[in-house]
């Protein structure tokens, strides 16, 4: 290899060296790559701690179910007893302190209590007979409820020991009660009075002499009526679409056996409204067939069937309060009646087996929705149903005290504003 090669090569290998050295000394930085922040560390309540980097929580709405305690100290968010819902009735016992030969009772009720009922409560019912002091006391199925919801229970008949049977009639008073021993403290949240009374049973012979049946007296419930809106059940309670096309019912007692239904018809304006035909034929008829709260007595009487109370509910199939449904289209039939393109006042007559039997009177405004006259508000009803007078027609329910209801209506809790004449 020629000289002036080598001395070449000497010279590149010479420098290579000398600047791979200078660069072992230089401090050459290489970038960090950042980490990504990490949520804060939640504290024992479940909430993240504050951080002065993030952006200040921004206000959630509040959630219809949110519940408060229901100890709250300034009274609100109690749960409240529905009156409408709240059912007395005598359950007749055979015997009477081991001696068949006397029949006796013990009380039975059911009714709805809205929320909020919180963990650890238990409902119960007092009974008391004037002048002889507490009788008999039990609990009820208790449910932890949340606010907007409702439990309906009920107690006591079959579930109360025979030996407390009672062979007394007259007045009675009785409360619905809540205690809670987790949170500590006992409420009273409906009293009310019932008049029992007792009638013979169908049974013959000596020893039926005292084989009395009892019944607690409802003629106060004739004249009271309810009208009112139900929601489609198919969609959750907290969907909204639920309340786009309701149904529009009412609700009305009667005395007496019923054979048959009886049938609705709404007027307005003079005219009969909501009918709807099909080659010439009526479809979609109202009627009410619902049996909502029936009081009978346990055991068969004589005379036969003057002591059964019913509350019937009727529905109008063709008669909507509103149509909200977006794609709204007509059935196939035609076109619904619809409250809210008809507004002002209506009548509904009532008839059974030809005859007319019931007349009650309402209004609904420019949006569909019934006049609240103000009576349920007013008596703390405890439902959505608007509270009407009922007009009863006829001689259908036989005799029945016409007076009860300025004294007796909702067991002693009589309607303030309220008058059916």
């Known amino acids: 290899m020629p000289r002036s090669q080598l001395l070449t090569i000497a010279a590149l290998v010479i420098t290579a060296f000398i600047f791979h050295t200078a660069s072992a000394q230089l401090p050459i930085k290489i970038p960090k790559i950042s980490k990504p922040k990490g949520q804060p560390a939640p504290t024992e309540g479940g909430q993240p701690t504050s951080n002065n980097e993030t952006e200040p929580a921004k206000a959630q709405p509040e959630s219809r179910n949110d519940t408060k305690p229901a100890s709250a100290a300034n009274g609100e968010d109690q749960p409240?007893?529905?009156?409408?819902?709240?059912?007395?009735?005598?359950?007749?016992?055979?015997?009477?302190?081991?001696?068949?030969?006397?029949?006796?009772?013990?009380?039975?009720?059911?009714?709805?209590?809205?929320?909020?009922?919180?963990?650890?409560?238990?409902?119960y019912i007092e009974f008391t007979i004037p002048g002889s002091g507490p009788w008999v006391k039990f609990d009820c199925q208790t449910e932890a409820t949340q606010k907007g919801a409702s439990m309906k229970t009920e107690c006591g008949g079959r579930q109360i020991s025979e030996d407390k049977g009672s062979i007394y009639n007259g007045p009675v008073n009785f409360a619905i009660r809540l205690r809670n021993e987790l949170a500590g403290g006992d409420q009273t949240l409906f009293t009310g009075k019932m008049k029992v009374a007792k009638v013979h049973s169908n049974e013959e012979g000596p020893k039926a002499a005292n084989h009395f049946v009892?019944?607690?007296?409802?003629?106060?419930?004739?004249?009271?009526?309810?009208v009112f809106y139900e929601p489609e059940d198919r969609w959750d309670r907290d969907d909204p679409r639920r309340w786009a096309k309701p149904k529009f019912s009412l609700a009305f007692w009667t005395r007496g056996e019923s054979s048959g239904f009886?049938?609705?018809?709404l007027f307005h304006g003079g005219k009969e409204v909501g009918k709807v035909f099909y080659n010439g034929a009526e479809v979609s008829k109202p009627n009410c067939s619902t049996t909502e709260v029936q009081h009978n007595t346990t055991q068969s009487t004589t005379p036969a069937g003057q002591f059964i109370w019913t509350r019937w509910k009727c529905t109008f199939y063709s008669v909507l309060p509103w149509d909200k449904t977006p794609n709204r289209t007509e059935g196939i039939f035609g076109s619904m009646y619809l409250f809210n393109e008809n507004p002002g006042d209506y009548e509904i007559k009532v008839m059974y087996q030809g005859h007319l039997i019931r007349s009650l009177k309402f209004a609904v405004d420019a949006e569909g929705k019934v006049v609240d006259n103000g009576i349920a508000a007013a008596n703390k009803l405890g439902s959505d149903r608007v509270i009407v007078p009922v007009q009863v027609i006829g001689e259908q329910d036989g005799p029945w005290d016409r007076m009860a209801w300025k004294t007796d209506a909702f067991y002693g809790n009589p309607l303030t504003g309220f008058n059916p004449n």
């Open 262 to 265: 009886a049938e609705p018809h």
């Open 214 to 226: 009892f019944y607690v007296d409802h003629d106060w419930n004739l004249p009271i009526g309810y």
């Open 80 to 123: 409240t007893i529905a009156k409408d819902s709240v059912q007395v009735t005598a359950f007749t016992f055979s015997v009477y302190r081991k001696n068949y030969d006397v029949w006796s009772w013990v009380p039975k009720i059911e009714y709805r209590v809205n929320g909020p009922i919180a963990s650890g409560s238990q409902l």
